[in-house]
C-alpha cells in the first residue's frame, strides 16, 4: 500500500522551483504531505481530502487528481528553508495513512 | 501538553531483552499512531489507535510487538525478545478524531531503539 514518491532527490538553487509526485495504487481518500529535516520528526504541510482539490499557503501548494490516485506537491522559488525530504501520506478510509520512501530536496545558495 | 512527548530519546538494549517506548499525545487528540522508520526510509505504519481501544494493528511486524492504551491518552509500545533488526526510530504520532486520515498528525521526536 505504500505510495510511491518521484523524483528520489532533487537539487535546487535558491529560488527555483520544484514538483514532488506521489501516487497510489488504491483508490485514495486523502493525501498528506510531510517535510523532515534531519534528525528530526516529520512535520504536517498540508493535508487533501478526496475532491480534486488544490491547496497552498505561502509558495507551496498541492493538487490532489482523486482519478488517478496521484497528487503533487509543488514548491515556488525555494529558500533555504525548504531544504528536507518530503514525505506524501496515503488514506484509503477509515485507516492510517501509508507513507512513500521519500523525496530528498536541497536548496543551494 | 504542547505537543507529542516520546522517551526515552534514545534506548540501547542488547538482543533479546524486553524494551517499553513511551507516548504522551498532544490533549485531546484521541487518534494516536506508531510508526517505525528505518535510516533512507519513510515511516512504516506499525499501529493506529482510536481512544482505548487498537482500530488497526496490522502493521506490527509479529508478536513480539504489543501495545496499549488503557486510558486513552499515554500508549506503550512493546517489544519482547528483541532483535537486532529491531533497531530504528519509533515515532508516535497522534490527530484529532476522524476516520485516521482526514486531519493532519504531529508527531513526537522518536525514540531510537539500538539492539545490540
Known amino acids: 500500500q505504500q505510495p510511491v514518491q518521484s523524483p528520489q532527490a532533487v537539487i535546487l538553487r535558491e529560488g527555483e522551483d520544484a514538483v514532488i509526485n506521489c501516487s497510489s495504487s488504491?483508490?485514495?481518500?486523502?493525501v498528506h504531505w510531510y517535510r523532515q529535516k534531519h534528525g528530526e520528526a516529520p512535520v504536517f504541510l498540508m493535508i487533501?481530502?478526496?475532491?480534486?482539490e488544490q491547496k497552498g499557503h505561502d509558495k507551496i501548494s498541492a493538487s490532489f487528481n482523486e482519478k488517478k490516485q496521484q497528487s503533487s506537491l509543488y514548491l515556488t522559488a525555494s529558500q533555504l528553508s525548504y531544504s528536507g525530504t518530503y514525505f506524501c501520506?496515503?488514506?484509503?478510509?477509515?485507516?492510517?495513512?501509508?507513507f512513500g520512501t521519500g523525496t530528498r530536496l536541497t536548496v543551494i545558495p | 501538553g504542547a505537543g507529542v512527548s516520546q522517551t526515552p530519546s534514545n534506548k540501547v538494549t542488547e538482543k533479546g531483552k524486553y524494551v517499553e517506548l513511551r507516548c504522551d499525545p498532544i490533549?485531546?487528540?484521541?487518534?494516536l499512531y506508531w510508526y517505525r522508520q528505518s535510516l533512507g526510509q519513510g515511516p512504516e505504519f506499525l499501529i493506529y489507535?482510536?481512544?482505548?481501544?487498537?482500530?488497526?494493528d496490522s502493521g506490527l511486524p509479529n508478536d513480539r510487538f504489543f501495545a496499549v492504551r488503557p486510558e486513552g491518552s499515554v500508549s506503550t509500545l512493546k517489544i519482547q525478545r528483541t532483535e537486532r533488526g529491531d533497531s530504528a526510530v519509533y515515532l508516535c504520532?497522534?490527530?484529532?478524531?476522524?476516520?485516521?486520515?482526514?486531519?493532519?498528525?504531529?508527531f513526537g521526536s522518536g525514540t531510537r531503539l539500538t539492539v545490540v
Open positions: 504520532a497522534s490527530s484529532l478524531t476522524g476516520t485516521g486520515s482526514d486531519y493532519g498528525y504531529t
Open positions: 488504491k483508490a485514495l481518500y486523502s
Open positions: 501520506g496515503t488514506g484509503t478510509g477509515a485507516n492510517n495513512l501509508f
Open positions: 490533549s485531546g487528540h484521541t487518534a
Open positions: 487533501l481530502l478526496k475532491g480534486g
Open positions: 489507535f482510536q481512544g482505548t481501544g487498537a482500530a488497526d
